[in-house]
């Protein structure tokens, strides 16, 4: 099973709306990534929040870590057409240079 | 200003025709690796290169096979490809000298597989 799992699998919102994205994890992690993804294209990184970090904030974007529960959230604020992409969660792979993705939500913002 | 880059951007093969796809990067990265993404799916780690050093995943068929020349160029070979080997890959990149770190990567904007 993968080692990031997000909620929803897809979200539609309207131009304007918040879009609110959830991971979940099993593993003890130092770090977690965000990145994006536009439809046919490779991914983005967009945000690394570390564990002793709580909230972190970039421009329009705003990334939550709580491990205790083991669960990081993104929030999208005032969304725009231009944000419709896949946005995955992404964590350390134990013992190894690697990155496990979770299984992603596809956000569509109707314009 | 592209940094890490693939070609093809799509590539059709034939059943059985061995294919390669390559990877080059100007980040001067040390790690790169390469991605198997399918239709709404997460991308699945095949294999990364620490510098030379060569790491498979457990579960990647033997049918996929990799090369990395130089710290510029990576490819990925394909020997026999099935259907179900039809996909997109993604070369990614990161700077990293520690197994805890931050692994950052880099993509780049794949390449299109189509088997017939």
């Known amino acids: 099973s993968q080692q990031g799992e997000e909620d929803p699998q897809a979200l539609s919102i309207q131009e304007g709306e918040n879009a609110t994205m959830n991971c979940s994890y099993k593993t003890s992690i130092n770090n977690l990534q965000w990145y994006r993804q536009n439809s046919g294209r490779g991914l983005v990184h967009l945000i690394l929040?570390?564990?002793?970090?709580r909230e972190k904030h970039s421009g329009r974007l705003r990334v939550t870590l709580d491990t205790s529960k083991k669960s990081s959230s993104l929030l999208i604020t005032a969304s725009r057409a231009a944000d419709t992409a896949s946005y995955f969660c992404a964590t350390p792979s134990t013992g190894r240079r690697a990155l496990t993705f979770g299984s992603g939500t596809r956000l569509q913002v109707q314009p | 200003d592209a940094m890490v880059i693939q070609n093809p951007r799509y590539q059709v093969t034939q059943f059985g025709k061995p294919v390669t796809l390559s990877c080059s990067q100007t980040?001067?990265?040390?790690?790169m690796y390469w991605y198997q993404q399918k239709s709404s799916q997460a991308p699945k780690l095949l294999f990364h290169?620490?510098?030379?050093?060569?790491?498979n995943e457990a579960d990647t068929p033997d049918n996929f096979q990799s090369r990395r020349p130089n710290t510029s160029f990576c490819f990925l070979d394909i020997r026999s490809p099935g259907l179900g080997d039809a996909a997109m890959y993604l070369c990614?990149?990161?700077?990293?000298?520690?197994?805890?770190?931050?692994?950052?990567?880099?993509f780049g904007a794949g390449t299109r597989l189509s088997v017939l």
């Open positions: 990614a990149t990161s700077r990293d000298m520690s197994l805890a770190g931050e692994h950052i990567q880099y």
């Open positions: 980040l001067n990265h040390n790690v």
């Open positions: 929040i570390r564990s002793n970090e």
């Open positions: 290169y620490y510098d030379k050093d060569f790491n």
